[in-house]
């Protein structure tokens, strides 16, 4: 079955720098790759997303980009503000069934 | 917010008991999926129920089951509780069939097996 691998687990960043999580899944028919953000007590909620016939997607301050081949894709936020400080996951599904999630990257934002 | 939502949101159990999870997915979501997060961990995939029917499940023992209602609300069942068994329980509503939509999740239900 798939496997997702996420890393770091943890990682600290200055306010203003920019963060990149990156994960990798083992399942090539995987195609939908979504990214979440859960802050202490609260539900996951998603931030953004990507399908395999894309290759990178931009949302603000946030993008996300995809290696098919290398079966690679990361979460790379610009301009850090104290209240990205969460845990992020991401997570690789086939067609939207059955998400396998990573571990999970705590990140820190630093004043 | 989601629209998805979940009761209870805290309750406590003993070993041995059984519990009911109860979740009401988002207007016009009719796929549920519920996952358990243990403290520190990503969600894990428990199962997923379309049209009422277990669509895909995940490796979790017969102990853990499940329900979906015509208005395609859902309840997830555990028997037997262990102390292992202690985790936020998340129910997780999408969009038209198992075949390839975002899911959403609602706040959770915290369980605490003592």
């Known amino acids: 079955g798939e496997n997702v691998e996420q890393h770091p687990s943890t990682l600290s960043v200055q306010e203003g720098d920019s963060a990149v999580i990156k994960c990798t899944y083992s399942?090539?028919?995987?195609?939908?790759f979504p990214w979440y953000k859960q802050e202490l007590g609260k539900r996951p909620q998603l931030i953004i997303d990507?399908?395999?016939?894309?290759g990178e997607k931009k949302d603000q301050r946030i993008a996300v980009t995809l290696n098919k081949t290398a079966k690679h894709f990361s979460l790379h936020i610009t301009e850090t503000q104290p209240e990205d400080s969460a845990v992020y996951f991401c997570?690789?599904?086939?067609?939207?069934?059955?998400?396998?999630f990573g571990p999970g990257t705590r990140l820190s934002v630093l004043p | 917010e989601t629209g998805v939502t979940q009761s209870p949101t805290h309750l406590i159990k003993t070993r041995g008991q059984q519990v009911t999870l109860r979740c009401s997915s988002q207007?016009?979501?009719?796929?549920v999926s519920w996952y358990q997060q243990a403290l520190g961990q990503g969600p894990q995939f428990i199962f997923q129920?379309?049209?009422?029917?277990?669509?895909g499940r995940g490796n979790f023992p017969p102990r853990f089951s499940g329900l979906q209602f015509p208005n395609y609300s859902s309840e997830l069942n555990v028997n037997a509780l262990e102390l292992d068994d202690s985790a936020l329980y998340l129910c997780?509503?999408?969009?038209?069939?198992?075949?390839?939509?975002?899911?959403?999740f609602g706040e959770g239900s915290w369980l605490t097996v003592v």
């Open positions: 997780a509503s999408s969009l038209g069939g198992p075949s390839g939509n975002t899911i959403y």
């Open positions: 997570a690789a599904s086939i067609y939207g069934q059955n998400f396998v």
């Open positions: 129920y379309y049209r009422e029917e277990e669509n």
């Open positions: 990507i399908r395999s016939n894309v």
């Open positions: 399942d090539s028919a995987s195609n939908y």
């Open positions: 207007s016009g979501h009719n796929t």
